[in-house]
């Protein structure tokens, strides 16, 4: 089985493209970083060090990296049976033409082996998205061998990977928490599905995708966001703090109530989950910076996102949401001079007020009571 792997960064090299490699594909990696793609060519192995209850290191060997603007990736792409991505939702749209040409050549050179395409990012559909990213880049003449024999495989993934620290010795090495889920929508497959292991498969991802984006990215970016008002640096020290760990447990229990009236979830089952992703937090082997988890907050405040997306499931189903509320309050709150999406968040602040800014950035209407009460909130932190 021949795998590309659309970005070779902690997440590609420590997750996804550790679990193809460990299922004896041959992995290529496409990224822009010049100089990794050499590191990984000259090494053509890397170490992932596993945290939890216990450490290992695994050895991923038998790899290779092309740059991912170049004619070697659009060869790659030709004889792939399996093309996988995390590169980021920012990034996504942007490899759709690589793709395109890729396939094009794929179709000119007649190959018609089915060859199945899965977007790993922290958004909802994301593969959907790049489909159609790739449909408008790709003549017309192809749609119908588009349709007929590539899959584009919706997803849910989890597995927290924080940035490597500098290792001149190894600087391919990353290290991940044991934790990992990789859920794949086993209806959108062309051909045979690969055997993968680590990929689970079901008829009910979007059950999967929110309680994903519900619970782990809703609790982690609400103890991002009250650390980093605490004065915290990590989401260790945040989470041991007893005043916001029982917020975030609040927060993820309310959004939790939306996906049991929502999927059917177990009520009891959903609780052990969100347990369990309190200790992912307070792993004290992984060392996971507030701002990296907080970064970006006007995509992280947007309408289909971590904060907004179950506080309006908790309004149509009229449930209490009152942690929610001090999550996106304290996102208000969110400064980071290094982030230019910090930035423009404390500029609507400022020139156009608290309320203003809250609704251009969620989305939600001046008139849902909850606007209210998160500014007299954001008022609250502030003093």
Known sequence: MKALHFGAGNIGRGFIGKLLAES????????????LVDQLNHSQEYHVRVVGDTQHTDVIRHIAAVQANSDDVISQIVKADIITTAVGPQVLAKIAATIAKGLQLRFEQGNHTPVNIIACENMVRGTSQLKQAVLAELPQQYHDLLEQYVGFVDSAVDRIVPPAAANDED???VTVESFSEWIVDKNQFKGDIPPVQGMELTDNLLAYVERKLFTLNTGHIVTAYLGKLAGYKTIREAIADEAIQNTVRQAMQQSGEVLV???GFDRQLHHAYIEKILTRFANPYLVDEIDRVGRQPLRKLGAEDRLVKPLLGTLEYGLPNDALLKGIAAALHYRNADDPQAVELQGWIEQEGVEAALLRATGLKADEPCVATIVAEYQRMAQ
């Open 24 to 35: 004896d594909a041959e992995v290529t990696f496409a990224d822009a970083n010049t100089q």
């Open 171 to 173: 600087p391919l090495a």
């Open 261 to 263: 009236n929502r999927y």
